[in-house]
């Protein structure tokens, strides 16, 4: 079925749109296969609301039909329109049978699941070239990047086909002295074959972080040889590596029951496991969805609010995820070990914990690429599904199926630590808030499919544009710099006292009045460093650096945590 | 002094509230303060507690490394030291006991405080806020509004200032006969006028009007009023009490306005809590915080509990409803609750706030607090807990309004020329009995006590160090554009004070601050400036003219930079490069971390 048999009424005039905060405008309204678009016919300067259907989450229509009028008077419908951006939208759309035309139209077009149907597949402005370079970065790079790695560590691409492990990319980084038979056991002992592999190493100390999914021991405590001595070729020597745990010791436990489990202390006695319980799939999902609905609803006394707030656990999640990514830096930077990161399935809170330890160890990964490679290494090359998981967002009422908000919390996670450290980040909130639109819905093809095997397979890289490219275009680029960014080669460790942590009123409050009155003031602390740079010169003193150094300190929680293990 | 058994004990440890760190120091006792030196040289962190600031002292059971002893702080602070010897610890605690116990005003710091100024240098800082300077920048007196004697010898209510301003057709009689038929004598005067549409706010307590009694003189007071606003027909009675309480009050012979026998009037419940729930919100909020290892779910449960968020959007919304009705209806308000000192004092200070961008810059923000809260009589002695202490009477209504203020500074970030330091010194000197302004209960104690001749003035030493409280986003253009603030009352706006309520606990905090960071490129900025000019000034002496290269032809870019690229001026970037760290760093990090140690 052609794309445009789905659209019965293309084009309705008349039609009001309401916006929160903004005055009633009237227009036209189009339906096209990949677009809704609203013109205001008006004025001479016409003002346009173009919205990718993708974006859109949920609908909701309510027609009134005045009986004994003629139809062309009387009927109208109202559309409301939910996105996935949390914008949500009124259309008055006069004329019963148009009103439904077009929401049976949008419904159908913004749940389309064929990949190569979507608008990435379609988009071609003319400033972009499909031939230009795809990406940012990839394994080898890492490793060329890495001169640590050189020594112990190699590339291998065992998986260049994708049959050892349909998740990853087809190449990866392990120890050098563990062939690819072993990686291929070791594969078959890990839910989904994700083996362990190298996702950081520490510039300082040669330290890394691993990641991976569950072993799968199952109850007969089950072992692998080959597993085992890949870990051990990890740590090489040193006497200690942690394992940090993303479940329960509990439900680690229980896991064992479905054929999964954990790696036991006896046959990995050099391992030190730690048990940090975090929520998954749809528990994460109900928590934006309560957060969201908590958020829209003005009304609240603010017992209520605080109530909703609570029973989101929305900063409950925050709050484990940063504990937890602090726990492995601790591990990394202060105590000197290895770690290996896992839940159960390797391909969310594994993700989402790791690349966390990265920005806070790494001032690499703080600049606007850095930060984007980081992405693309540990996100979308590792092979977080975000086609299942950000299938639909906090409005939809479709059942549930893969969805979860994981990226977004890393999103809010990395705000968290923005506004405890300012000047360490070289990307604005700004940025943030565009990754957290493109990953719902986007013109570009970086977050397409569910893994690189997928992708390949789609022709994404052939057929589609690179989001990180075009953000690193430096006209684009400007509007994401943190104008106060000043680079510290330091941890950056955030405090995770409950009092420390806030809701990211600029994604949630997006489209309130408040969100402006902000910009105003981001614009306005721009104005003010620009004339700095100006006045000052091209030589500004960095002396400001050396009265941070005593200021970043490690917050003190992680140290109980560990003396009790 | 002879409190003082041991001014000095080495070897404390002092605990980390939220962590097992702890460092060792020497603690000193003087008569002022108490204070703990950081034994190791690198950092030597020194606290410095003034007395006044010690809300309570526990010594709790002999553990293995020493005497442990608890001092709460007024500001929030909490420490924890650990003294090797029992007998050292309680003669700490008993000395403190004595000290934090002033038993006469004589003994509060401010008397002692000596900042090295000459007379008149402090007298001019208490001639700073001029109150009938204030009254006239709203336009009063006014062919409607006019200053009286009636109070001139504090006669008629004695918590009252000397100056009152009332209604021209308010006569003699009707005041006396008005103030007898209010709590405390405290009859209805104007606290704030809106030049605009001439609307007042007007502020009084309840009236004694119990189940049926009247009063003809009170009537023709709220009249009198009413009529001398020609824009509305009626004026708003707002009692910010909750129903139940105003209604509780009418068996104690007091109560609220009975609508039929005053004409045109509206009268309104507003439903803020009394001085005992918000003490025992305010308690239970700190213990939540101050909870070790605290969950996401139990602080924000917590929060919910302790109800505080929701008292303050109570004050938030009544200061609201009070603002409109002046700016939008353009009707007058009486604003009362019972004894017109606490719930009146927050409304009609932050809706003036809401109403007026004056209020909203540094100078101006002082005067309003001078007016509403120190002129008018809210109790500071007795609410902070200055001396001779009754529990009871004790009080977090002043840190409710700063906090109020607070929540507008999140939601505005332009709109205020002070940043939230300023808010937290000024709590910080209420409770620190360091200058004479905040001593006493009512104008007519602070005269006996002859605060201006004896003690320093507050607002003095704020504007000294301005530089530290600008807000660098401030907007006076914000302020023409946006002369009503119009607050947004969701929810989800009020937030946790963080920098308030853990202003000491340094683990909590960002680790960097925009606010500093920005606050050092607008300094420099304005320094830079500061040299270009005084370089220009040097050139013009050396005959070169530069104005003409500035100003009339912009176009020829050219010339401008000849003129920069000329020596002078690349030496004077050179030394200013040089200066501008070693000049600015120091000033400006005290502003978060030592923002509270007393200049003593």
Not at chain 2, 30 to 38: G, P, Q
Not at chain 2, 86 to 109: A, F, G, K, N, T
Not at chain 2, 403 to 431: R, Y
Request: proline share 4%.
């Amino acid at each position: 079925m052609e794309l445009s048999e789905h659209i019965k009424t293309a084009n309705v005039e008349d039609v009001t749109l309401r916006r929160p905060f903004h005055p009633a405008l009237r227009g036209t309204l189009c339906v096209t296969s990949h677009h809704l678009l609203f013109s205001d016919r008006k004025d001479e300067a016409s003002w346009q609301l173009l919205i990718l259907l993708k974006n859109i989450d949920a609908i909701e229509k309510s027609v009134e039909n005045l009986f004994g009028y003629p139809r062309a008077m009387g009927s109208s419908g109202t559309i409301t329109i939910k996105c996935k951006d949390l914008l949500v939208l009124q259309l008055e759309i006069p004329g019963m049978e148009e009103c439904l035309n077009i929401a049976s139209s949008i419904e159908a077009l913004s749940s389309l699941e064929s990949v190569t149907e979507m608008y990435p597949f379609f988009y071609r402005p003319s400033h972009l070239t499909l031939n230009g370079p795809w990406g940012l970065s990839s394994t080898e790079q890492y490793y060329k990047q890495t001169e640590r790695l050189w020594d112990r560590w190699r590339v291998s691409t065992v998986n260049s086909d994708y049959s050892v492990c349909p998740s990853y990319p087809s190449a990866v980084i392990v120890p050098r002295e563990v062939d690819d038979d072993k990686l291929i056991r070791s594969a078959r002992f890990r839910q989904g074959g994700r083996f362990p592999v190298l996702s950081y190493c520490h510039h300082r100390n040669g330290m890394v972080i691993m990641r991976s999914s569950q072993p799968l021991t199952g109850a007969n405590k089950k072992r692998c040889k080959e597993d085992e001595l890949l870990l051990q070729a990890v740590i090489d020597g040193s006497e200690l590596g942690y394992i940090i745990d993303l479940r329960s010791a509990q439900q680690a436990q229980q896991a064992r029951m479905t054929g999964g489990g954990f790696e036991s202390k006896s046959f990995y006695s050099h391992w030190k496991r730690i048990h940090r319980h975090h929520e998954r799939g749809k528990i994460v999902q109900e928590s934006l969805i309560k957060l969201v609905e908590a958020c829209s609803d003005p009304s609240h006394s603010v017992d209520r609010w605080l109530s909703k707030l609570e029973n989101s656990k929305w900063l409950s999640h925050v709050h484990s995820a940063l504990s937890t990514a602090g726990l492995v830096v601790e591990c990394v930077e202060r105590d000197g070990h290895s770690v290996l990161v896992h839940g159960s399935e390797g391909t969310d809170n594994t993700l989402l914990v790791s690349s966390l330890a990265q920005l806070i160890l790494d001032p690499a990964s703080r600049t606007v690429t850095g930060f984007l490679c980081l992405l693309e290494r540990e996100w979308i090359q590792a092979g977080h599904p975000f086609q299942q998981r950000c299938a639909h967002s906090a409005y939809s009422h479709a059942r549930l199926k893969q969805e979860c908000p994981i990226f977004l919390l890393l999103l809010d996670c990395v705000w968290q630590v923005w506004r405890q450290f300012p000047l360490a980040l070289e990307f604005s909130e700004a940025l943030l808030l565009r990754l957290a639109q493109e990953v719902y819905a986007s013109n570009y093809g970086t977050f397409l499919c569910n893994s690189e095997q997928e992708r390949c397979a789609a022709g994404v890289k052939e057929n589609t544009h690179c989001l990180f490219q075009s953000l690193l275009r430096p006209d684009i680029e400007e509007q994401y710099l943190n104008p106060l960014y000043e680079p510290t080669d330091l941890a950056i460790w955030p405090s995770v006292h409950p009092q420390s942590l806030q809701l990211w009123t600029g994604l949630f409050l997006r489209w309130t009045e408040y969100a402006q009155n902000m910009e105003e003031a981001r614009e306005e602390v721009w104005s003010i460093v620009k004339e700095h740079h100006e006045q000052a010169g091209p030589d500004r003193t960095n002396n400001t650096l050396s009265t941070h150094c005593d200021t970043l300190t490690p917050f003190e929680n992680l140290m109980d945590e560990l003396t009790i293990l | 002094m002879e409190h003082i058994r041991t001014p000095k004990v080495e070897q404390v440890k002092l605990l980390d509230r939220f962590s097992n760190k702890s460092v060792i120091g020497t603690l000193h006792l003087t008569a002022t303060h108490l204070i703990f030196v950081e034994s190791n040289s690198t950092s030597a962190q020194e606290i410095w507690i003034l007395h006044h600031h010690i809300a309570s002292v526990e010594k709790l059971s002999l553990t293995t490394s020493g005497c442990p002893l608890l001092i709460q702080c007024r500001n929030f602070r909490l420490v924890h030291f650990v003294i090797p010897r029992e007998r050292d610890c309680h003669d700490i605690y008993s000395s403190l006991l004595r000290l934090l116990r002033p038993v006469s005003y004589d003994e509060l710091y401010a008397f002692s405080y000596n900042p090295k100024q000459n007379d008149q240098q402090r007298e001019e800082g208490w001639q700073l806020i001029d109150l009938a300077a204030e009254f006239e920048r709203m336009g009063v007196p006014c062919d409607q509004w006019q200053l009286t004697d009636v109070n001139r010898e504090y006669k008629v209510c004695e918590t009252y200032p000397r100056d009152l301003y009332v209604p021209i057709t308010a006569s003699k009689p009707i005041i006396v006969g008005s103030s007898k038929f209010r709590s405390k004598g405290r009859f209805p005067v104007l606290t704030y006028f809106y030049q605009e549409k001439k609307a007042a706010v007007c502020r009084c307590s309840q009236p004694l009007s119990g189940f049926s009694a009247r009063c003809l003189e009170d009537e023709h007071m709220l009249q009198a009023i009413s009529k001398s606003n020609h824009n509305s027909r009626y004026i708003y009675v707002m009692d910010t009490r909750p129903k139940l309480n105003a209604l509780a009050n009418r068996a104690a012979g007091k109560g609220y306005e009975n609508e039929d026998n005053y004409s045109n009037i509206r009268f309104q419940f507003v439903g803020i809590e009394n001085i005992h729930v918000m003490r025992g919100s305010l308690q239970k909020l700190l213990e939540v915080v101050g909870t070790r290892s605290l969950s996401m779910t139990d602080y924000l449960v917590g929060l919910e509990n302790s109800g505080w968020l929701r008292h303050i959007k109570a004050i938030m919304d009544a200061a609201i409803f009070l603002a409109k009705a002046v700016t939008v209806e353009g009707a007058s308000v009486l604003v009362h609750c019972s004894d017109g000192w606490d719930r009146t004092a927050q409304v009609c200070a932050l809706g003036s706030l809401l109403m007026d961008p004056y209020y909203r810059t540094i100078k101006g923000f002082m005067v309003l607090i001078e007016k509403d809260w120190i002129s008018f009589g809210h109790k500071f002695a007795d609410r902070c807990d200055q001396l001779d202490p009754d529990p009871k009477e004790v009080s977090p209504i002043f840190t409710q309004f700063l906090e109020c203020v607070w929540q507008l500074t999140e939601q505005f970030p332009q709109a205020f020329e002070f940043s939230e330091w300023f808010l937290i010194q000024i709590h910080e000197h209420v409770h620190s009995c360091q200058f004479g302004n905040f001593l006493g209960n009512s104008q007519r104690q602070r005269e006996v006590l002859q605060l201006k001749e004896r003690t320093y003035s507050l607002w003095a030493h704020l504007l000294s160090e301005k530089q530290n409280y600008l807000n660098p986003v401030y907007s006076p253009s914000f302020a023409e554009s946006h002369p009503v603030l119009e607050p947004s009352t969701q929810a989800c706006h009020f937030k946790f004070w963080r920098n308030m309520y853990h202003q000491y606990d340094r683990s909590m905090h960002p680790r960097q601050s925009i606010l500093k960071q920005v606050l050092t490129f607008k300094e420099s900025n304005r320094e830079l400036e500061g040299t270009v000019q005084a370089l220009k000034t040097k050139l013009q002496k050396f005959g070169v003219s530069t104005s003409p290269l500035k100003e009339d032809a912009p176009a020829s870019t050219d010339g401008e930079r000849t003129v920069e690229g000329s020596s002078a001026t690349e030496n004077g970037y050179g030394e200013l490069t040089g200066s501008f760290g070693s000049k600015n760093e120091p000033a400006v990090v005290t502003l978060e971390f030592g923002v509270a140690r007393m200049t003593c």
